[in-house]
C-alpha cells in the first residue's frame, strides 16, 4: 500500500474510534482523506489551524494544532511563528486573530460564518453612545467586528468578562453588544444593569445615566437566548442527578436555574473534574459531541436543535479549500487594526479572576 494510502487508512481507523458514534462509516471515510490533504497543505503552507470549542466534532478531534474558548484562542493567535493561521471559528475570531498578528494571512473558511452578536452593533452605534455618555469607559464583548473594538476602551471574553469589569476604576461601566452578559456579569460585580432602551424609557434623554452603573446594548445570541428555565426545570424531572452547566449568554434566569456558568472551555474542564456522571449542557450542540468523543463514562444530554449556522459552515471541505486557494483572507484596514489592537491588548493584561482560571485551553490529543 502507498505512503498515502495507508496513512488515510490508519487516519480512518482512529476518527472510527474516537467518532464513530457521531459520524457515519462513509462520511468518515471521505473525512479522513480530507484531513490528510489539509496535514500536507499545513505543512506545505507553513500555516497554524485553530479551532473553536463549538467546531463539529471530525473536525475539532483532527486537523487544529489548538482547540479552545475566544480568550485561549485569541492569547494562542499571538503567539504563532507560522505564516499562516487558518481560523476555524466565526470571523471576530479571525479578525482578533489579525489584529494581534496582522503581518500573517489570516483565513477563514467560510465568508458566511458571521454571528448575531457581532451584528448586533456597528462602529457608528459605539460613537453616538461615547457622545451620549462621555467619559464612561466602554467595554466590548469579543463577539464583535474590528472596527467596533476600535471604539472601545477594553474587550472582553466570556471567561474574563467580569475581571475586566472590576479592574476598571469607574462607578458606571458601557458594556457592550450583549444584553445577558452584560446581566450576568452586572449580577457577579453588583453593579445596577439598564439597557440603553432602558434608559431612554426613563424618559432622561440627556447626559444622564439614570442611576444605571452598567449600561448595556440589546444584542442576543441566536443560539443561546433560545434556552429557557422550563428547558432546565424539564430536563432535572427527567434527571434529578443531572449537573446543569450554561453559557452567560443565556438569559440570567437560566443561568440562576444553572448549577454552573462559564466560558465553553470553563464548561468542558467542569464536566472533566466533576463527580457527577450526568450533564446537561446549555450552549452549542456540538461541544457536547465533541466532549463525549473524548471522556468516556459521561452522560452529556444536549438540546441538539441548537447548531449555531455560523459555526456549522466550517467544514473540513471550507478549510481545505481555505490552504488550497488561501482564501477568504481577512483584510482589515491599518488604522482599525491599531486602535482595535488596544482594546485586545489591555484585555490580555488582565489577570483573570478565581472564578475565570478552569478557562484555560484544555490539552488533548488530536486524531491524525
Ligand atoms: P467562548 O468564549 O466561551 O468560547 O464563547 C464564544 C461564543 O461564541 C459563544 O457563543
Ligand atoms: Fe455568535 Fe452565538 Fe454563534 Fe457564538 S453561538 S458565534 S455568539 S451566534
Not at 480530507?34 to 473553536?52: F, Q, T
Not at 470571523?91 to 448586533?120: H, N, Q, W, Y
Not at 452578559?181 to 444622564?208: C, F, H, P, W, Y
Not at 432546565?232 to 449568554?249: G, I, T, Y
Amino acid at each position: 500500500m502507498a505512503i498515502r494510502e495507508a496513512t488515510i487508512e490508519a487516519t480512518y481507523e482512529r476518527m472510527a474510534e474516537r467518532l464513530g458514534e457521531f459520524v457515519p462509516d462513509f462520511e468518515l471515510r471521505t473525512k479522513a482523506e480530507l484531513v490528510y490533504e489539509i496535514e500536507r497543505l499545513k505543512v506545505e503552507r507553513n500555516a497554524v489551524i485553530l479551532g473553536h470549542n463549538y467546531m463539529e466534532p471530525a473536525l475539532f478531534h483532527t486537523v487544529p494544532d489548538i482547540v479552545g474558548d475566544s480568550l485561549e484562542l485569541s492569547r494562542r493567535a499571538a503567539q504563532t511563528d507560522k505564516d499562516v493561521i487558518v481560523f476555524c471559528g466565526v470571523r471576530f475570531m479571525a479578525e482578533t486573530a489579525k489584529i494581534l498578528s496582522p503581518d500573517k494571512t489570516v483565513l477563514v473558511p467560510s465568508s458566511r460564518a458571521g454571528c448575531s452578536l457581532a451584528e448586533s452593533i456597528t462602529a457608528a452605534d459605539v460613537r453616538a453612545l461615547k457622545e451620549r455618555f462621555p467619559g464612561i469607559p466602554v467595554v466590548t464583548y469579543i463577539n464583535t467586528y474590528a472596527d467596533v473594538k476600535a471604539e472601545c476602551d477594553i474587550c472582553c471574553t466570556s471567561s474574563n468578562a467580569a475581571a475586566v469589569v472590576d479592574s476598571l476604576d469607574s462607578d458606571t461601566v458601557i458594556f457592550l453588544p450583549d444584553e445577558f452578559l452584560a446581566r450576568n456579569v452586572a449580577r457577579d460585580t453588583g453593579k445596577r444593569i439598564m439597557t440603553i432602551q432602558e434608559i431612554a424609557a426613563a424618559g432622561d434623554r440627556m447626559r444622564s445615566s439614570a442611576g444605571a452603573e452598567m449600561i448595556s446594548w440589546n444584542g442576543r445570541c441566536e443560539v443561546h437566548e433560545i434556552f429557557e428555565v422550563a428547558d432546565v426545570r424539564s430536563v432535572r424531572k427527567q434527571f434529578p442527578d443531572v449537573e446543569v452547566l450554561a453559557h452567560p449568554e443565556c438569559s440570567p434566569e437560566v443561568v440562576e436555574a444553572s448549577d454552573f456558568s462559564g466560558s465553553t472551555t470553563a464548561m468542558i474542564r467542569h464536566v472533566q473534574s466533576s463527580e457527577a456522571s450526568r450533564f446537561l449542557l446549555l450552549t452549542e450542540c456540538s461541544m457536547g459531541d465533541n466532549i463525549i468523543a473524548e471522556s468516556s463514562g459521561k452522560d452529556i444530554l444536549r438540546l441538539c436543535s441548537h447548531r449555531c449556522p455560523h459555526m456549522a459552515e466550517i467544514t473540513l471541505e471550507e478549510t481545505l479549500a481555505a490552504l488550497r486557494e488561501l482564501r477568504f483572507e481577512i483584510d482589515l484596514p491599518a488604522e482599525t487594526i491599531e486602535r482595535a489592537r488596544g482594546s485586545v491588548m489591555r484585555m490580555l493584561e488582565i489577570k483573570p479572576s478565581a472564578a475565570a482560571l478552569p478557562s484555560a485551553s484544555a490539552p488533548r490529543s488530536a486524531i491524525r
